[in-house]
């Protein structure tokens, strides 16, 4: 499990399957007038679209009854004003009235799908798109090479180990786990001297993770099993690994909504029940937060990452295991929790540490434990014009990734900083990997753009040359897109830029169906992605555009400020914005828009839906956080505190007021939504797209369709099975196509 960026993770990353964003590893905004329009890449000559044939609205019969949800008359005084919460028992995921309600939604809902003709042709033609040989970055074990594979249609990918030439053979397979393949892998980590395997599996999209051993030379289980797992690396040292945990739910309390408090970090010893592990570091007076000890790959300095739950970096501290008088002791890198900060690896007694602080774009520097002042810090690599998203520490030299507009660019240096050369990538478009340890001579790397599927380069230190590992086989001609850059003008002038995908010969006559999807927040940048799931739509005549809202880290800390507390407004003008830009471009009108988004992207689509009822045709909330006054109640939500402000304090509590989807529903013709969650999430509860389809369902005055799709053993969207993506996919083009009245061209 590697703990690059875990801390990022446990935000509101959605894991959003068509447009990955990338992890984060964040003094002023860009001059984004002096930007130009871009093409990135154009594939030969354009092929003119078929434009999809117009039909009769789909008018389910009988008209859609939706289940009563009762009200109640609970309401909260927050600093004066009184607000009503009738759904609250909604928040009770386990009850028989909420399980029968749900159970009711769902049959209303899938009711309506089923009436959609080309519904089953969809879900065919996704099957079939699917159905190609998949590759994660391959990581050198020793001198084995492993890498994940999914040969196509199976629910999870299987761990693979091969040495030299020979062929590849399975290590681990997921699909084993459990009988309906929900059970997924969820994250790996080898011990130094490669004999010792941990891995990590997640029941049913949850958050919560096992922890398991597998001896290498055997390929036996060890006995013993980690339970109580989240938000949490693996870092091996000797005989043994350090990793974070919370004390088991105490009798009666839910695991999946329960709040999470006074997480530790302990060390597993090999051979040893998990009741033997020893207590690292914890902070009984402080409840929030996040704790988790990472290793450097020498096992010389072991750091340790803290969050209070109230800012929004982290502090860092380390000790020196090899010295007797500080192996016992921590001494403190950096003391604020404002900035984020993340090791990287070390050369001798220096730690090389990749920061925004006093760097909103970041910069590397080096720290000497001993001298930790910061007058004694050395500038490895400083600040630049773009953002350095991350920084690796492989075969004696850095590899720097910087984003450049939303796109990847690839510098290595050494190690004191000196620049080498740039790393040629295939087009515009996101590299991710790069990873590896200090005795490898090449390292491994995945390439991808919108219609460029996922490829895994192998990358040669010395001579700066990449060959490809394994490239993808999909039936897709990338020669047949278009994908083009463009910036436009927020509500308040700020340019943002917004990537938009379609078929060549599209003609701009404001009548083509478009999926305007976003996230807007918690620094994460949305960078083209590769989505087979999007290739249906845009084979069918679909436009896709992607902008790189505010709130974002496209541009560093300046860009994510700019879409926090209390400028969160800023995200949904910018997400208004796209939408009016594009109809303004003639791309589409009303009738053919849907705005989609998930998790902190759910939370945009409900908030602009209630704000603009008249933006767009169709809505896709997808486990969003909803109740903006109540979130900070369940499992993790705390942690979203810097980002969004709390309803604990009076100021925040009025700007949560305003926006917060769930609070600003008032009776008017609402869009075609769908909202969709599942019944494992244990990071946006479900409770939030309950309550939140119950108030609408309530409020809708016009004719359009408002469901909500619960997913069963399923969580907020990492590890989900082939099968249930294929089936939510097939439901969402299903649901837009309709809504617009059109009929796909489905191959």
Known sequence: MNTTHTLALLGLLAAPAACQATPPPRNTLPNHQALTEMTVPEYGEPTHAKRPQYVPPLAPNPPLKYPVARKTDQVDDYFGTKVPDPYRWLESLDTPETKAWVTAENEVTFGYLSQIP????????????????????????????????????????????????????????PNKFSADGTTALAGTAFSNDHRYLAYATSGGGSDWHQVKIMDLTTNKALPETLDWVKVSGTSWVKNGFYYSRYDAPKAGENGLAGKNEFHKVYFHKLNTPQSA??????????????????????????????????????????????DPKQAAAWATLISSYEFQNHVIGNVGGEV????????????????????????????????????????????????????????SQVKVYDEAGKFQHDVALPAIGTASGFDGRRSDK?????????????????????????TVFKAPAVDVNPDDYLTTQIFYASKDGTKIPMFIIHKKGVKLDGKNPT??????????????????????????????????????????????????????????????????YLKISQYTDYEH???????????????????????????????????????????????WAPEYGTSKDAKQFANLYKFSPLH????????????????????????????????????????????????????????KSTKLQIQEWADVWSFCFANMNVTPNVK
């Not at 520097?365 to 002042?373: E, Q, S």
């Not at 845009?538 to 994510?560: D, F, M, Q, S, T």
């Not at 879409?563 to 009016?580: S, Y």
């Not at 908030?607 to 809505?619: G, I, N, S």
Request: charge should be neutral.
């Open 352 to 407: 090389l540490v990749h920061t925004n602080y006093k760097a909103p774009r970041f910069r590397v520097v080096a720290i000497d434990p001993k001298k930790p002042l910061e007058a004694n810090w050395r500038t490895v690599l400083p600040e630049g014009p773009d953002k350095l998203e991350g920084a690796s520490q492989v075969g004696g030299h850095l590899v720097a990734t910087y984003l450049h507009d939303a796109s």
């Open 515 to 580: 999926y305007l999807y976003a996230y807007g927040g918690f620094n994460v940048s949305l960078t083209p992605g590769f989505s087979v799931a999007r290739m249906l739509w845009l084979e069918n005549g679909g436009v896709l555009a992607i902008p790189n809202l505010r709130g974002g880290g496209e541009y560093g800390e300046a860009w994510h400020q700019a879409g926090m507390t209390p400028r969160k407004q800023n995200v949904f003008d910018d997400f208004i914005a796209a939408a009016e």
């Open 664 to 719: 600003n529903l008032k009776p008017a013709a609402y869009p075609a939504t769908m909202v969709t969650t599942a019944d494992h999430d244990d990071r946006v509860v479900p409770a939030h797209s309950f309550k939140f389809a119950a108030a609408l369902q309530a409020a809708n005055t016009g004719p359009n369709p408002t469901l909500i799709r619960v997913d069963v053993n399923a969580g907020h969207g990492a590890g």
């Open 277 to 322: 592990d020893k207590l690292v570091y914890e902070d009984k007076k402080m409840v929030l937060g996040f704790r988790m000890a990472t290793a450097t790959e020498d096992e010389r300095f072991l750091t340790l990452s803290l969050t209070d739950g109230k800012s929004d970096g982290n502090r860092l501290l380390v000790r020196d295991l090899r």
């Open 442 to 466: 090449a390292v491994y790397y995945a390439f991808t753009s919108f219609t460029y599927p996922t490829t895994v380069y192998k990358y040669d230190l010395a001579t700066n040359a990449s």
């Open 118 to 173: 080309f519904r089953d042709k969809i879900r065919d033609r996704l099957t079939k798109l699917w159905n190609y040989e998949r590759y994660g970055v391959p990581e050198l074990v020793g001198e084995r090479l492993v890498f994940s594979k999914n040969d196509g249609l199976q629910n999870q990918a299987v761990l693979y180990v091969q040495t030299g030439a020979g062929e590849p053979q399975v290590l681990l397979d």
């Open 593 to 639: 828009l849907a705005i989609a988004g998930g998790s902190n992207g759910g939370l945009l689509v409900g908030a602009t839906m209630t704000q603009r009822p008249d933006l767009c045709k169709v809505a896709l909330p997808a486990v969003g956080v909803m109740d903006m006054l109540r979130y900070q109640d369940f499992t993790i939500g705390w942690n």
